[in-house]
């Protein structure tokens, strides 16, 4: 999600980090990294508040389960664990042939492998792969830990010794020779292979950052600085081209000509040797052709490379005179062309220059929507790859596969019991999951390009089946109508994406004995493929005789297994999946704990695996309309149910994460009422409840799933007050939800955990709190119901039955409802023990609370779902009707709290700006986020467009129109290809790039688009002068020619119409980009990242009514669009928590060790590249920043950028905000026109993602403005200022704190020019709104007034002096006026307040009061003293010191 604060990006596990609930985790933490408590002010004298740097909003995208490994988690780690992690690195010395002994620092965790990566990358030693590293004589085994390895010390002196040769070891050595000669081509990048991708940030700051001085600007130097951004990027301009995306990289030219090493390398056609020359020791042969023009042949032998005499057409494989035999391709080479050796050399100084971030491989494939025309160049390695089965870098002979189902599941049965353990247990996950999804994704494209023989070749091409390389793949259609009465082909499209979500959180649950497959779904050329990894013995027997448990036809056959329930029992809670019973074709009752479709199978391995996981989430009401059920009044009202394409429209985890928090809130707040109640009952009448509560009274537990009909009885009658009464009150409120949205746009289930002023916390209102329901009590210390309620319990009661929110929560911390403590002892005791010891009055307070909220049990709040509700074919037992009506109306519930309250938070966030879409896929993360499904985007929309404040959300709507418009695109592109190529092979493939420039042409051109048919390259002449006449759509499979725009957008109106039931007002793209704002090109970018297209980076005109935007050569792939599980490093995840949590309470030094020790266990997870990583080095960044540490902060920064770039892709909004941040961290460190540079390429790049209108972009222009101002480019600095006042005005309402400080930046540029009227009139705007939103007597108000009577002065001593001048002529004294160019320390200060980072100065009182502060709340947390009471209490004593507008970020 970008947000304005710092976030984690989308992949990170959980909900928001609440301050709450991460402080809950240091105590732990403090002993775990023996971070000794320091003074956080004993850094400097000033002490730095970070505003917003801590808070993250935390995608659920991946969301991380209740409970998800925290079974084990970071609880029982101890020092000695942490120790073993921190054990300090020491050098070696490393002695390779003809090379100088260098020293090397290694780590005693490291592999010895990893010393053989290094060697492999170093320049002097980068062209050996074929040795074995010797200590003593003694070879060193390639997986042995340093550790382990006797003699290995500080000091000691490593050789590197040449091996003999195997063909293996030679293939390795020829592709790793090609690897080095590509080692600054791009190409791969471009075409997406092997984890490449494309990284532009070194073309702005010309090389690493690290080297300070040489591009250091000092201030004397200031009018060397180019600062004038070019054309395009100025404010107003309507020009948005494509070619800057990607700036071409000066190396990039170099590398395609002149530094040419080789023309050709390739296999031989003598290739494999004969078994004679085998026993000479040949083992394959090479064909050259060097830069002179040379022909050689080249023998591989297990001695080395040497030169043979065979020539194109003639085998002589005996050596040449002289032979050169080298133990190396490189210095074979290197002795035979003088061309080879010279720019070998220089290529790889050049490739070692690189930053290694440029280099290293991604963990999953990121593909470019552009990219040049490169050119196609000869290369053995990609053509062995195309033709073998290559899986993975490891395997380089042909048809050796690996078992990937076993290796999936070894991994997962690692030992976890200590942190060492976890770490190699979560890398080798890891690890396996990425190689699975490059292996899927190569498989599935293979398949529907028709690489693969089909495992059923008999049946149509729809049915089919494939297995490649120990993987299952199958097509998303509808075979044999298995999902007929669920939506065919459409429910067939939804299922693997339901199955997926189901797999990612069993995973993140991590039971152990239960195993889930390998799933990965694959979108290609308009395809689904489901790849999945085979469990053992399946192929074997008939699906019939391999279920154990569950059904195979949706409920019509049911079986059910011990072992199964067992298993499936430790995940319902965490899932919230209720155990149930259903009938099968014998009526007799089967017990299930999931739904029906999930299907159980023991395989021949033993392993109990589950699959099939489409329903694990309860069905979506609102999308599966019932005949004879009526969903809630807030529903209704929002025009559900609705009817959907399929029947399998299920809810997020997410919302029912949030609705159960929601819900346990309100049992919270019911309870708690209701002994307050009874407390006032019990004040009247004493004598009465002395009589009542004699002992004995108690009821014994029962079995959640029944109610005894005594209890029910006697409760009965409360239930139904609590129930049903009162319904006018609740109707009020609801009008008032949907008529005053933003009113009602409520927290949706906990008020903000601090007030926004507080130091370095903003927490995101949507769900602060997080129950963790895989603890045995259902109550937790971390959860701060702050909310109050007056009056009776009734309405309240029935508000829940509804599903709704209540009006805003907006309590403090202190007006907690009175009672809330004893509720919440007395739901802890009743879950802990028996409750005997509890009186009976106290067990109806939760027992009416329990059935009010809808729990599972009458003891403890507990609400879980049966995922078989309204499932078709599916009948449950009589006796558990009632059960089932509850769970029919949680499922309403749940609902209807989607629609009026997850929707209105949304729209509330954007409005507050905590939450800041800038394209479709933060977008879609800001909803997942919410647990909003993408069907609901017609809703929101539609709410956004009713809200009173629509004009600050103007910026969201369009985001969210493009999005609706570019899936519907989508969808209607995805059957545009398959009736291409569908089952009868319409179009081959050869018209595919004609067909895709045509679709996009009329989706964005303003050109009537009549498609070009290609001429068919491989017709004569003479028979192709009859063949150019054809007419579009007539016969001859063209009838994707016959598509016209016009047919286009309507199909696309009519799509958000049955789709996300919403009306679009178009007819082509023209009326879209003038109704709705949207730019083609954002369009243009949306559609092709959806459909995997990628087109020629040039400038397109799609504006020409002559000609289309397009042609079939603009067209230069079709990428597939993968969707994974991403497995997550959770130890590392729990140290980043605790580390912001500590910037969060303003220890900002211990913060800071906690985040580089993440840093570590993060790295040692997922390698150096990461989303996750990102995150970290961008948190750091920042510290260090904060703690003066500005290079550090900058070589940080720098990281985070080049991976944000590289995992992410080069404009995504994550990359716009790194962007940003180091164009900060630059102009501290004095290097001006870098951070130009860099601010012009981040306003480029959002320009092309969502265009000029956006709140971000004020910020954007506000630091673009500033720098300008400093390099005293004031025109300029005028133009990106005022513009950023005129958004800010837009976004924030005229009368906000943000334009007041706007003013103040624009009345300083004008006060440069020495235009004092102007700067006057804007400063007393500024004051203006301080003097009503502050008062007089704030700081802010004081300083602007004090600067507005220094304009006037100035103002007054101008005038005087152009009288003077008037006056007497060139005679005139002239008094000299003070026009200061401002100091770069003013400039940047104004660039850290802007940014959200306010530096607070101290004096020593201010200080030794800190000082106490700190020790004070040590002392509590060590005395154990609740979380609640510190943040209730004492907010940090700062808060006074911190300027009014410490939000401005």
């Known amino acids: 999600m970008v947000s304005k604060t710092d976030d984690i990006p989308a992949s990170v596990p959980n909900c928001n980090v609440n301050t709450v609930d991460l402080v809950g985790e240091t105590p732990d933490r403090k002993e775990t990294t023996k971070a000794p408590h320091k003074d956080p002010c004993g850094h400097s004298v000033d002490t730095a508040v970070m505003n917003g740097g801590g808070a993250h909003n935390l995608s659920e995208e991946e969301s991380k389960q209740d409970g998800a490994g925290d079974t084990d988690g970071g609880e029982d780690s101890n020092e000695q ?15 390779a042939p003809g090379t100088e002994p260098f020293d090397l620092q290694v780590s005693p965790q490291e592999m010895v492998q990893e010393i053989h990566q290094v060697l492999m990358d170093r320049e002097d030693t980068c062209h050996r792969t074929c040795f074995s590293l010797q200590l003593d004589s003694n070879v060193l085994d390639n997986f042995a830990e340093l550790k382990s390895i006797e003699g290995l010390q500080e000091g000691s002196l490593l050789k590197v010794v040449e091996e003999p040769y195997t063909v293996r070891e030679a293939r390795i050595h020829v592709r790793h020779i090609r690897d080095l000669l590509k080692g600054l081509d791009p190409s791969d990048a471009y075409n997406g292979v092997d984890c490449n991708s494309l990284s532009f940030l070194s073309v702005f700051t010309d090389g690493d950052l690290g080297d300070s001085g040489k591009r250091k600007k000092k201030g004397s130097e200031l009018e060397q600085i180019d600062c004038t951004p070019p054309e395009h990027i100025l404010p107003g301009s309507k020009e948005r081209p494509l070619l800057p995306l990607q700036p071409q990289n000066k190396d990039w030219k170099v590398i395609m000509m002149p530094m040419q090493c080789l023309k050709v390398l390739t296999m031989s056609g003598w290739n494999p040797p004969p078994g004679n020359r085998k026993m000479h020791g040949d083992l394959m042969y090479l064909y050259m052709v060097t830069v002179e023009e040379r022909h050689i042949s080249i023998t591989a032998s297990t001695r080395g490379f040497y030169l043979n005499q065979s020539t194109t057409y003639t085998f002589n494989p005996k050596p040449a005179n002289p032979s050169f035999l080298s133990h190396s391709l490189v210095e074979l080479l290197s002795q035979i062309s003088p061309a080879f050796k010279k720019n070998f050399t220089a290529l790889q100084k050049k490739r070692v220059q690189r930053h290694p971030f440029e280099r290293i491989a991604t963990p999953f494939q990121v593909y470019s929507w552009t990219a040049p025309q490169v ?7 990609r053509a062995e790859d195309a033709y073998t089965s290559r899986l993975g870098y490891e395997e ?19 030992a976890r019991k200590n942190l060492p353990d976890r770490l190699l247990r979560e890398r080798a996950i890891f690890k396996v999951h990425s190689d699975f999804a490059a292996a899927a994704t190569r498989g599935s494209m293979a398949v529907i390009d028709g690489n693969v023989m089909a495992i059923n070749p008999g049946e149509e091409t729809r049915m089919q089946m494939f297995i490649w390389n120990n993987i299952f793949f199958s097509l998303g259609f509808d075979v044999r109508d298995h999902y007929r009465e669920l939506g065919g082909d459409a429910a067939a499209h939804a299922a693997p994406t339901n199955d997926l979500n189901g797999v990612r959180a069993y995973g993140a649950v991590d039971v152990e004995g239960l195993y889930t497959l390998g799933t990965v779904v694959v979108d290609y050329r308009g395809y689904r493929v489901t790849a999945q990894s085979i469990i053992p013995g399946i192929l074997e027997r008939e699906q019939e005789q391999s279920v154990i448990y569950g059904s195979i036809d949706f409920g019509k056959t049911v079986v059910s297994h011990g072992k199964y329930l067992e298993l499936l029992e430790r995940t319902s809670r965490p899932l919230k999946v209720q155990r149930h019973n259903v009938l099968n074709e014998k009526d007799e009752s089967m017990e299930l704990c999931s739904s029906v479709e999930c299907k159980g199978i023991i395989g021949n391995d033993g392993r109990h695996y589950i699959l099939d996981l489409l329903r694990t989430f309860p069905p979506d009401l609102n999308f599966l309309p019932v005949e004879g059920e009526e969903l809630s009044p807030e529903s209704v009202r929002q025009g559900f149910p609705r009817q959907h394409r399929h029947r399998l429209a299920c809810l997020r985890q997410e919302l029912i994460e949030a609705f159960v928090e929601h819900r346990y809130l309100l049992f919270m707040k019911m309870a708690a009422l209701q002994l307050m109640q009874q407390k006032a009952n019990k004040e009247r009448k004493l004598a009465t409840l002395t009589e009542n509560s004699s002992p004995g009274a108690a009821v014994p537990a029962l079995p959640s799933t029944e109610t005894p009909d005594a209890s029910a009885e006697s409760s009965e009658t409360s239930t139904e007050t609590l129930t049903d009464a009162n319904s006018d009150a609740v109707q009020t409120e609801t009008t008032s939800t949907s008529d005053a949205p933003q009113a009602a746009a409520t927290e949706a289930t906990t008020t903000e955990a601090a007030p926004k002023t507080e130091p370095m916390t903003e927490t995101d209102s949507s769900a602060t709190t997080t129950t963790n329901a895989s603890q045995a009590t259902p109550i937790e210390d971390n959860v701060v119901p702050t909310v109050t309620t007056n009056g009776p319990l009734v309405p309240f009661a029935k508000a829940i039955q509804n599903g709704e929110c209540e009006s805003p929560l907006e309590g403090k911390a202190e007006d907690i409802i009175p009672g809330l403590a004893q509720a919440k002892e007395l739901a802890e005791s009743l879950a802990a023990e028996d409750g005997s010891g509890i009186d009976p009055k106290s067990r109806e307070v939760i027992l009416n609370a329990c059935k009010a909220v809808g729990s599972i049990s009458n003891t403890s709040f507990d609400i879980r779902f049966n995922p078989d509700i309204f499932s078709p074919g599916v009948r449950f037992p009589e006796d558990s009707a009632d059960d089932i009506q509850k769970q029919k109306q949680l ?3 749940a609902g209807a709290f989607l629609v009026s309250c997850q929707i209105p938070s949304l729209v509330k966030d954007c409005l507050d700006h905590s939450a800041l879409p800038m394209d479709g896929a933060t977008l879609t993360e800001a909803l997942h986020q919410r647990g909003i499904n993408v069907r609901y985007l017609g809703n929101v929309l539609a709410f956004v467009d009713k809200t009173p404040a629509k004009a600050q959300l103007e910026h969201f709507y369009r985001i969210g129109i493009s999005e609706l418009i570019t899936r519907c695109a989508k969808h209607i592109f995805k059957t545009y290809l398959q009736t291409m190529y569908s089952v009868s092979q319409g179009v081959e493939l050869s018209a595919l790039s004609a067909a895709v420039s045509h679709f996009l042409n009329c989706f964005l051109s303003s050109f009537d ?24 759509g007539g016969g001859d499979n063209t009838a994707w020619a016959s598509l016209t725009p016009s047919e286009l957008w ?8 049955s789709y996300y039931h919403f009306t679009l007002h178009c007819e082509n793209a023209d009326q879209v980009v003038e109704k709705y704002g949207l730019q083609k090109i954002t369009l243009l970018r949306e559609i092709s990242i959806k459909a995997g297209i990628q087109i020629l980076i040039k400038e397109y005109n799609f504006d020409s009514r002559h000609k289309p935007a397009f042609t079939e050569e603009d067209i230069l792939n079709i990428f597939p669009v993968v969707k994974h599980v991403n497995p997550k490093a959770s130890d590392a995840f729990h140290f980043f928590q605790s580390g912001q949590a500590k910037v969060q309470q303003g220890y900002l030094k211990e913060g800071c060790e906690l985040i580089n020790e993440a840093l570590n266990l993060f790295n040692n997870v997922y390698g150096a590249m990461h989303v996750e990583i990102c995150a970290c080095l961008r948190l750091l960044a920042r510290l260090n920043y904060i703690m003066g540490d500005h290079h550090e902060a900058l070589s940080n920064q720098q990281k985070a950028v080049l991976m944000s770039e590289r995992v992410l892709g080069v404009e995504h909004p994550n990359t716009i905000q790194e962007y940003m941040h180091l164009a900060l961290y630059c ?27 956006h709140p971000e ?18 025109d300029l600095s005028l133009r990106f200022l005022e513009n950023a006042l005129a958004i800010n005005s837009k976004y924030h309402g005229p009368r906000s704190l943000k334009v007041a400080l706007s003013h103040h930046l624009v009345a300083r540029v004008y006060e440069s020019k020495a235009e004092f009227r102007s700067a006057l009139q804007q400063e007393k705007e500024g004051y203006t709104i301080y003097k009503n939103q502050v008062g007089e007597a704030h700081e802010k108000t004081k300083e602007s007034s004090e600067y507005l009577k220094y304009l006037t002065q100035q103002a007054v001593a101008l005038q005087r002096t152009m009288n003077e001048i008037y006056k007497n002529g060139s005679n005139a004294s002239i008094m000299p006026l003070k026009f200061t160019a401002p100091s770069m320390a003013s400039v940047l200060e104004q660039l850290n307040i802007i940014n959200g980072i306010i530096f607070i100065p101290l004096s020593q009182k201010d200080l030794e009061n800190l000082k106490a502060e700190v020790q004070r709340r040590q002392q509590l947390q060590e005395s154990g003293k609740s979380v609640e009471d510190l943040t209730v209490d004492s907010p940090l004593e700062l808060e006074d010191k911190i300027p009014m507008d410490v939000n401005v970020d």
């Open 1227 to 1253: 102009f501290a460190n004095g290097q001006l026109s870098t951070a130009l540079k860099l601010l012009y390429r981040a306003r480029y790049l959002m320009l092309m993602v969502c265009g000029e209108d």
């Open 81 to 95: 664990e942490v120790i073993v992690i921190q054990d300090t690195g020491f050098t070696v010395k490393i002695q």
């Open 891 to 893: 499922l309403k519930d």
């Open 396 to 414: 380089h002979i042909p048809g050796q596969t690996r078992d990937w189902n076993e290796e999936l599941q070894t991994t997962r049965e690692l």
């Open 375 to 381: 050119d196609h160049t000869m290369d053995c390695v």
């Open 1009 to 1032: 688009a009549v498609a070009h048919l290609p001429a068919d390259e491989l017709v004569s002449r003479r028979k192709n002068r009859k063949r150019r006449n054809r007419v579009p």
């Open 1257 to 1274: 972009m004020a910020l954007l222009d506000s630091n673009i403005g500033l720098v300008l101002h400093g390099v005293m480019e004031y």
């Open 1050 to 1057: 309507k199909n696309i109106v009519s799509e958000a119409q």
